[in-house]
């Protein structure tokens, strides 16, 4: 087909049209530049975040099994779920998937009369701890453990204190059994500023997952109006200096990194998991 004469200016209207369109379209578009200055802040936030899985008999020491994790500064949501049954790894699993759970540990507690000397009562009680990493993905440790109560004349008495007494070493012996896998992984939280797409941020996202010792990499919001996002990173403990030498050699990219470390958590370390002094 010939193009005549006469449709020859509207065509070439119509080029120029589209011409700036796509001319303003791309304006409106902030293009970010080749050495892209970013600012990241980095903070501790402390110890995985554990999730109780508690039988219906073991409900009524979950106060007990919480403080015990707490004092290890791991953090523990503030309500158990309870469960009838023995619990498998893929229940544990699912239920720190569905409640975004770092750590999942599950405790059951029964029982029995051991013997009785006239009025006096002897409970003995028998205690199961489990805990589940979901950042692994194994189970750590599976404790278990039987435990005399205190020999006394009100049964309500003799069952609590050997239910107490029970619960008490089995969540105590599984938690120091598991520290060394589960106490040296820290959550980080990172404001990223200066991100002008969700692919730079991809990006970024991947080369901190790359880092020794960095386990898991989360998006926790982005907000395209102020180019700001914010992580999530599960990872050891790792020094400013670490942070800093390794994000700032990022390509195309100069980073400005500052870490706030807490210290409180560093001081509730206990003397074994200090870093070695280098010679």
Not at 92 to 100: I, P, Y
Not at 117 to 142: H, K
Not at 180 to 201: Q, R, T, W, Y
Request: charged share 25%; aromatic share 6%; net charge neutral.
């Amino acid at each position: 087909m010939m193009t005549t004469p006469r449709l020859l200016p509207l065509l070439a209207a119509g080029a120029l049209l589209v011409l700036a369109t796509a001319t303003s379209v791309r304006a409106q578009t902030p293009a970010a530049p080749d050495n892209q200055q970013v600012r990241v802040q980095i903070t501790e936030i402390g110890c995985l975040r554990t999730l109780l899985l508690l039988e219906e008999n073991a409900l009524d020491l979950e106060d007990l099994i919480s403080q015990q994790l707490t004092d290890k500064d791991f953090r523990v949501f503030p309500a158990a779920q309870s469960l009838t049954g023995k619990v498998t790894t893929e229940e544990m699993r699912a239920a720190g998937e569905k409640a975004n759970a770092d750590l999942i540990v599950y405790a059951r507690a029964t029982d029995r009369l051991k013997n009785q000397s006239g009025d006096w009562l002897l409970y003995e009680a028998e205690a199961t701890v489990q805990i589940y990493s979901r950042v692994s993905g194994e189970l750590l440790v599976t404790k278990l453990v039987t435990v005399d109560g205190k020999r006394t004349t009100d049964k309500v008495n003799a069952q609590r204190t050997a239910r107490r007494a029970a619960i008490t070493e089995a969540t105590q012996q599984a938690v120091e059994r598991s520290l060394a896998k589960a106490h040296k992984i820290l959550v980080h939280e990172a404001v990223i500023v200066n991100v002008f797409s969700d692919s730079a941020l991809l990006a970024m996202m991947e080369y901190i997952g790359r880092m020794e010792g960095v386990y898991h990499v989360r998006r926790l919001d982005f907000d395209r109006k102020t180019n700001e996002a914010h992580l999530e990173i599960i990872g050891t403990p790792r020094s400013e200096t670490f942070w800093r030498a390794y994000l700032e050699k990022m390509p195309k990219t100069k980073v400005n990194v500052q870490v706030t470390a807490n210290g409180t958590i560093h001081n509730k370390y206990p003397s074994w998991f200090q870093q070695p002094v280098q010679n």
